[in-house]
């Protein structure tokens, strides 16, 4: 699963994965707009907060039940198959230069998809611009189930509209409703 956000992140983020249970069935990606020597101390702050397993994520973890990995910043995210594992791969903001957001949203819910060939979930939660929009596009193309956060709640409805009115969004829900949303995808 992979979830996107930037502005107004950091505190959606932690209200969507506070309602996750401890025994969610599938590993989560996070990528959010923060500089390098942001992600980790605010990876350890949500672990301390959550029921599930977050810690930023360090090239070849593995995404699996129960974890949840913050993409680090500074850098790109990508996933990629490695038999029946997906593996979280990091690469040089310079290797991706049309990517403007670092870590790139698009770039990380666009490898994710390909990596699980469409069958998972990709939410959109506050943020400005528009990073966010392709990989889910590409997410949907493939069969995935998407999520974006309304507007009411969020700080900037910049990149979940984006989702909403490029007909990518499956459902459009309030933050309150999003982790207990999520939490339904137990199978």
């Known amino acids: 699963m992979g979830i996107g ?10 209200e969507v994965l506070s309602r996750i ?8 990606i996070v990528g959010i707009h923060m500089p390098k020597a942001f992600t980790g101390p605010y990876a350890d702050r949500l672990n301390a907060k959550c029921s599930m397993n977050i810690r930023e994520a360090v090239d070849g973890d593995v995404l699996k039940p129960g974890l ?12 990629v198959r490695h ?6 791969k990091t690469v040089p903001a310079s290797a991706y230069p049309q990517y403007v957001y670092i870590p790139s949203v698009d770039l990380m819910m666009s490898s994710l ?9 990709g939410v959109i939660l506050t ?12 997410l949907k193309s493939k069969g995935g189930l998407t999520i974006a956060q309304d507007e009411t709640t969020s700080t900037i409805y910049g990149m979940p509209r984006a ?6 969004a499956d459902e459009v829900l309030p933050l ?5 949303e999520i939490s339904k995808f137990m199978g």
Do not use: R, W, Y
């Open 5 to 14: 956000a930037s502005t107004g992140g950091p505190v959606a983020l932690q």
């Open 21 to 28: 249970p401890v025994n969610f069935p599938h590993g989560i």
């Open 68 to 79: 949840a990995l913050i993409a680090p910043g500074g850098m790109h995210t990508t996933l």
């Open 83 to 88: 038999g029946a594992s997906v593996l979280v």
């Open 113 to 121: 998809a390909e990596a699980t060939n469409g069958s998972m979930l």
């Open 127 to 138: 943020g400005m611009g528009n990073d966010g929009f392709k990989g889910m596009q590409l």
């Open 163 to 168: 989702c909403v009115e490029g007909g990518v």
């Open 176 to 180: 309150g409703q999003i982790g207990f």
